[in-house]
């Protein structure tokens, strides 16, 4: 048996397999459970703990799941004044609001603030989000930044040597000053971790508040021309080469490692 067949014959979870499919987020993959409305085999389910492979036959509300699809990934440009969670308890429009009907189940990779633009990547794979979201990865996102107040040499050297705010260390980040405009200093900013608000709170620091953030790249993945609201599948080939993969291998590695089948009673 080859390493690809081992790959795609590994067991995974329930809920797992039913977000892969694009039918819902792992959390309300466990909700159709637990309301009786998923089967395997004709069995109906009362754990999302219960591993599935290729042969087993999926049912939801009586009707069989969808083949899981590929990982994919996609460019958006995201507008100030949407949020990047599928739900937003006080009602604010998200991305996932604005999307066009014909995209799939998707889930954002990292995230902007409400007020921030620019690149959003979105997936339909978990594994795919959680391996570009990985510190370990080293990708450099960086933003063009326009903030109030006059950016110094010794306050950019302060950033560039890595700030503590309220107890927690940001990193140091790479800082240009590109120009002024009137009260406005705009700068380009990289980072290669994604705190809270992290560059709004690192420049608070140094007297500067920033008033517009746009990203602009996420590693190799560039925001280029694309309109405002507009979003743009990333190429599968691209994709594979960004990651240093083969087409073919591709779809291995976005798995997790093969675990063995949990021994049931």
């Known amino acids: 048996m080859t390493t690809k067949d081992t790959a795609a014959d590994a067991p995974e979870r329930i809920a797992k397999r039913l977000a892969r499919a694009g039918v819902a ?3 309300d993959a466990e909700r159709l459970i637990a309301e009786g409305r998923v089967r395997v085999n004709g069995a109906r ?18 009707k069989p799941l969808a083949e899981a699809e590929p990982p994919r990934l996609w460019r958006y440009h995201k507008p100030a004044g949407l949020v990047t969670t599928a739900r937003d308890e006080k009602g604010r429009a998200t991305v996932f609001d604005r999307l066009p009907p014909s995209m799939p189940r998707v ?11 620019g690149l959003l990547l979105l997936t339909n794979d978990g594994a795919l989000k959680r391996r570009l979201e990985l510190p370990s990865t080293g990708w450099l996102r960086k933003y063009r930044v326009r903030a109030h107040g006059s950016a110094s040499e010794a306050a950019l050297d302060t950033l560039r040597r890595g700030v503590t705010v309220d107890g ?3 990193k140091p980040m790479t800082v240009a000053f590109d120009r002024s ?16 608000r992290e560059i709004r709170r690192a420049l608070e620091t140094v007297g500067l508040r920033v008033n517009r953030l746009i990203r602009v790249s996420y590693g190799p993945f560039l925001l280029g021309d694309l309109p405002e609201g507009e979003v743009e599948e990333v190429k599968p080939k691209v994709l594979a080469d960004q990651l240093g993969l083969s087409r073919e291998g591709w779809a291995e590695s976005a798995r997790p490692p093969k675990r063995p089948p949990r021994k049931t009673s």
């Open 181 to 196: 405009q009137g009260a406005n200093s705009w700068l380009t900013i990289g980072l290669r971790e994604g705190k809270n």
């Open 25 to 27: 987020s792992r959390r």
């Open 168 to 170: 927690e260390r940001f």
């Open 107 to 117: 889930m954002s990779v990292g995230r902007l603030d409400l007020t921030s633009e």
């Open 45 to 62: 389910l009362d754990t999302p703990a219960t591993l599935v492979g290729p042969g087993d036959r999926i049912e939801v509300d009586g």
